[in-house]
C-alpha cells in the first residue's frame, strides 16, 4: 500500500499537468485557427511532438525501434485516432464555435469511456462513477457559460462545429483504452511510438484534403505570426501533456484519467485569471463542483475494493494458465 501511494499521487499530479497544459491550448488555438487550417495545424503540432520524442527515444538505443517495426500498423491505427482524428475535428470544431462549448464536450469523454467500457468489455460502471461525472459535467457547463448563451457570433449557430467536436472525442477515447493493450511499451514507448508512427499518415492526409481543395497549406507569413503558439502547442499540448495523460492512465486507470479532462476549463480559467481577467460567480461555482467531482471520485475509486473477475464458463480445473492462481502444472492429470 505504501508503495502504491506515491503512485497515484504522481499519477494525479501528472493528469493535472496535461489538462492545464491542454487548457491553455484552448486559449491560444482559436487564434492559430485564423492562420492555419486545422489539418495542418495538426500536421504542424504532431511535427513537433515527434521530433521532441526522437530525442527522447534515442537514448534507449535500438530496442524502441524494433517495437515500432512489430507494433506499426496498430500503433499508427491508435495514433491516427488519438491525434489525427481527434485533433482535427476538435480544431475544426473550435473553428465554428467558442472555446468554452469545447470545454464542455471534452467534458462527456469520462462517460463516453464509461459507456465504452461497459459496452465492449461488459464492466458496470460504479454508482459513485456515474454521479461523480455528472457532477464534474454539471460543474464544467456552469464554468463555461453555455447556460447564458454564450455563443460564436451574432446569429450564428454552433452545433455543428459542437457536434463534429463531440464526435472527435471518440478517437481520443479509443486512444486512451488502447495504452493497456501495449503491456510491454512503457508510458514513454507507447505514447512515443503512436506519434512516430501515425505520423506519415497524418501527411499522407493533409497532402490528400489539400489536394482536393478541403486544405491550405499555410503561408510563411501564416506561421511567422503563429510561430510561439505553434510551438505551445506542440510541445506542451501535444507531446508533454499527452505524455503525462498516459502516465496517470497506468498509475489510476482510463476511467479516472479521463475524468480529470473536466478540469481543462478550470485550467483555462485559472490562466485567464492571472493574465487579469477575473472569474464571474458562475466560473467561480463551477470551478468548485469539478474540483469537489475529482476529489470524491479519485477518493472513492482508491476506496472501491477490486472488481471480481468475470466468469469464463470453464471448470476450475479446466482454467487456461493466465487464470490459475497457483502454477498450471498442480492441475495436470500424471499416470501413477
Known sequence: MSNNHPSRALGI????????GWGGMFLVG???LQHVDPTWFTLIRYTLSGLFFVAL????????????RTHAPALALRGVAGFGVFSVMLLTGLAHSVPS??????????????????????VRPARAAVLTSALALAGVVIVSGVLFHQQAGPGVSTLPGDALTLLGTLGWVWYTRGAARF??????????LTVLASWPVLLAGAVLVTAFGWASVPSPDDLIVSWHALLYVGLVSSAVS????NHGVRALGAVTATAFLNFVPVSALLMSVALGKPPTLNELLGTAMVIAALLIHTA??????????PRTGRLQGSASPQELPCPPNRYRWTPR
Open 101 to 122: 462549448h469545447g470545454a464542455v464536450v471534452m467534458a462527456t469523454m469520462p462517460m463516453t469511456t464509461q459507456l465504452l467500457r461497459w459496452a465492449l468489455d461488459g
Open 13 to 20: 499530479a501528472a493528469l493535472l499537468l496535461a489538462t492545464a
Open 242 to 245: 499527452i505524455l503525462a495523460f
Open 183 to 192: 503491456v510491454e511499451l512503457d508510458v514513454i514507448e507507447y505514447t512515443a
Open 57 to 68: 527515444l534515442l537514448p534507449r538505443g535500438a530496442a524502441p525501434w524494433r517495437k515500432l
Open 300 to 309: 472513492s475509486s482508491r476506496a472501491a475494493p477490486a472488481p471480481e473477475p
Open 30 to 32: 482559436k487564434s492559430v
